[in-house]
């Protein structure tokens, strides 16, 4: 099976700051990756689909890149809401393996 | 408005079966996959597999084939998740969601049900 990585496991940094979160796939899986943000106690939510394209309703300062192995999230400009565990998933084929999240925080 | 509305929380004793429920509305319920994924307390999320309600056709994770089943009833535009001898380690949120491309299951998953908790302990 293929298998989904993060870097970093956690990270700290200040509001407005610029975040980059990296996920890697142990095969390349083209352009079939997405992201999801899950705040506290709440339920995932679709940030960003096919690597690049932003979900409906998602800010602006939220954007993704890559293909193949390596794919990566960023936030321009971090807000307090962004306060997050974020979770890169590759949906090409089954199953469908979800990375181990990248837990973001405020410092 | 597309949602998937899940079943309510559950507290049952190890061996004991259990079956929660999704419901889909506002859409074309057969036409969609249902995914369903695992959120143990303080983990991450883990895909558990789909099925299309269009034939029952489901796929599983190699770590949850044999332990859990899916089905649906069409009729009623839902998707179950059962057990059926619960062990303390299914303790954990239980979520549905929607692969949105319809009759595809490589697609982003959108939306989520707002998940079932499930705690098993004797």
């Known amino acids: 099976d293929i298998q989904m990585t993060q870097s970093p496991s956690s990270l700290s940094a200040s509001v407005g700051d610029r975040v980059t979160i990296t996920c890697r796939a142990s095969e390349g899986i083209s352009n079939y990756l997405a992201w999801y943000q899950q705040k506290p106690g709440k339920v995932p939510k679709l940030l960003i689909f096919?690597?690049?394209t932003l979900q409906s309703g998602v800010p602006s300062r939220f954007s993704g890149s890559g293909s193949g192995t390596v794919f990566s999230l960023t936030i321009s400009g971090l807000q307090p809401e962004d306060v997050a565990t974020y979770y890169c998933?590759?949906?090409?084929?089954?199953?469908?393996?979800f990375g181990p999240g990248t837990k973001v925080e405020i410092k | 408005e597309v949602q998937l509305v899940q079943s309510g929380a559950e507290v049952k004793k190890p061996g004991e079966s259990l079956k929660i429920s999704c419901a889909g509305s506002?859409?074309?319920?057969?036409?969609?996959?249902i995914a369903w994924v695992r959120q143990r307390p303080g983990e991450g999320l883990e895909w558990m597999g789909i099925i299309y309600p269009g034939d029952s056709d489901a796929r599983y994770s190699p770590s949850f084939e044999g332990q859990v089943t899916f089905s649906v009833d069409q009729s009623i535009n839902t998707a179950y998740l059962q057990w059926s001898s619960l062990k303390a380690s299914d303790t954990a949120i239980y979520y549905c969601s929607r692969p949105t491309p319809p009759e595809k299951y490589y697609g982003p998953f959108h939306p989520w049900g707002q998940g079932t908790l499930v705690t098993v302990s004797s």
């Open positions: 998933q590759r949906f090409n084929t089954v199953p469908q393996t």
């Open positions: 506002g859409y074309n319920f057969s036409t969609y996959w």
């Open positions: 096919s690597a690049s």
